[in-house]
């Protein structure tokens, strides 16, 4: 069974920039696709962006501009987020899909302060 490990989340200021990751484990992570998704207290789980296997990223509107999404390696795949705002403030998940399977990893926080 595939694992995910979200890692990457803090606190940091109007402006800064943070890099998410998300590992895959115990399953052949390369071919799945990935998402990263975030959910404010709330709100409901929002769309952030994806990549498929081939490395073809699929931008949602909070993505745009701002946020670039890559696959490391086999096993990671990043979101790195740059200009970060107040509202940007959520736990984000990574989540990965192959046919059947889908994957959540228990996701890290972040937050930014004015």
């Known amino acids: 069974q595939l694992q995910l490990v979200e890692s990457g989340g803090g606190l940091v200021q109007d402006g800064d920039s943070l890099r998410l990751s998300c590992a895959g484990s115990g399953g052949p992570f390369s071919t799945y696709a990935v998402g990263w998704f975030r959910q404010a207290p709330g709100w409901n789980r929002e769309f952030i962006g994806g990549?498929?296997?081939?490395?073809?990223v699929i931008s949602g509107d909070s993505m745009k501009g701002r946020f670039a999404m890559s696959r490391e390696n086999a096993n990671t795949v990043s979101l790195q987020m740059n200009s970060l705002k107040p509202e940007d403030t959520a736990v984000y998940y990574c989540?990965?899909?192959?046919?059947?399977?889908?994957?959540w990893g228990q996701g890290t926080q972040v937050t930014v302060s004015s």
């Open positions: 990549i498929d296997w081939r490395g073809e």
């Open positions: 989540n990965a899909k192959w046919t059947s399977y889908n994957y």
